[in-house]
């Protein structure tokens, strides 16, 4: 009867040993889930930032263009508005391409993919941004270059000062992103492997 009881125990604390491994199995899958969407949200959250402050400045410049129009070089007005708009419908892009992840119907290599994808359109667009800040800086100062003032000129510098900085900073939190969005999913691919081995 001893014996019995002992067996009746054993598998009791087996089932309850297996209730917790099912369940600790569970909490970790969770969190790395969680840990994957928190920075895919940061990445997600900051390109829709952008895309709202390009699609806003778009009305305020036309807003100033009206407002101040005679002391506005219509040059100004179209160079910053195309590059606006060029930025906004990038913007629309990356937005469209970062909305096809989804960690519950997608498996680890479709959300590496799209992760990939995003990498190398941000590598392209770093590289070149500074192309393009040359040009409009030329075609501005190319236009003041006979009225080019102190006060212009440096109002120029610090635009482009402005967009270089700010755009190093974008780029850099993006980057540790999109690091960190890697290093999630290999962590998941991982338990998902030890998962099916168990």
């Given at each position: 009867?001893?014996?019995?009881?002992?067996?009746?125990?054993?598998?009791?604390?087996?089932?309850?040993?297996?209730?917790?491994?099912?369940?600790?199995?569970?909490?970790?899958?969770q969190m790395l889930v969680e840990r994957t969407n928190t920075t895919f949200n940061k990445i997600y959250k900051t390109e829709m930032k952008g895309l709202i402050l390009a699609i806003s400045l778009i009305p305020i410049n036309c807003l100033?263009?009206?407002?101040?129009?005679?002391?506005?070089?219509?040059?100004?007005f179209i160079t910053l508005n195309t590059f606006l708009l060029l930025t906004s419908i990038w913007q629309i892009i990356k937005v469209s391409l970062l909305k096809q992840f989804d960690i519950e119907n997608q498996n680890i290599y479709e959300l590496s993919k799209i992760i990939i994808q995003y990498k190398k359109w941000i590598q392209g667009e770093?590289?070149?941004?500074?192309?393009?800040?040359?040009?409009?800086?030329?075609?501005w100062l190319y236009y003041y270059f006979n009225t080019l003032t102190p006060l212009l000129l440096s109002l120029i510098v610090i635009i482009i000062a402005t967009g270089i900085i700010f755009g190093f900073f974008v780029s850099s939190y993006t980057s540790k992103n999109i690091r960190n969005i890697h290093k999630s999913l290999n962590d998941l691919e991982d338990f998902y492997k030890e998962k099916k081995k168990n």
């Amino acid at each position: 009867m001893e014996l019995e009881d002992l067996k009746q125990h054993w598998q009791l604390l087996n089932k309850r040993l297996e209730a917790t491994e099912v369940l600790n199995q569970k909490l970790i899958q969770q969190m790395l889930v969680e840990r994957t969407n928190t920075t895919f949200n940061k990445i997600y959250k900051t390109e829709m930032k952008g895309l709202i402050l390009a699609i806003s400045l778009i009305p305020i410049n036309c807003l100033i263009y009206a407002v101040a129009y005679s002391y506005t070089p219509v040059i100004w007005f179209i160079t910053l508005n195309t590059f606006l708009l060029l930025t906004s419908i990038w913007q629309i892009i990356k937005v469209s391409l970062l909305k096809q992840f989804d960690i519950e119907n997608q498996n680890i290599y479709e959300l590496s993919k799209i992760i990939i994808q995003y990498k190398k359109w941000i590598q392209g667009e770093t590289i070149s941004a500074i192309p393009l800040a040359f040009i409009l800086s030329s075609i501005w100062l190319y236009y003041y270059f006979n009225t080019l003032t102190p006060l212009l000129l440096s109002l120029i510098v610090i635009i482009i000062a402005t967009g270089i900085i700010f755009g190093f900073f974008v780029s850099s939190y993006t980057s540790k992103n999109i690091r960190n969005i890697h290093k999630s999913l290999n962590d998941l691919e991982d338990f998902y492997k030890e998962k099916k081995k168990n």
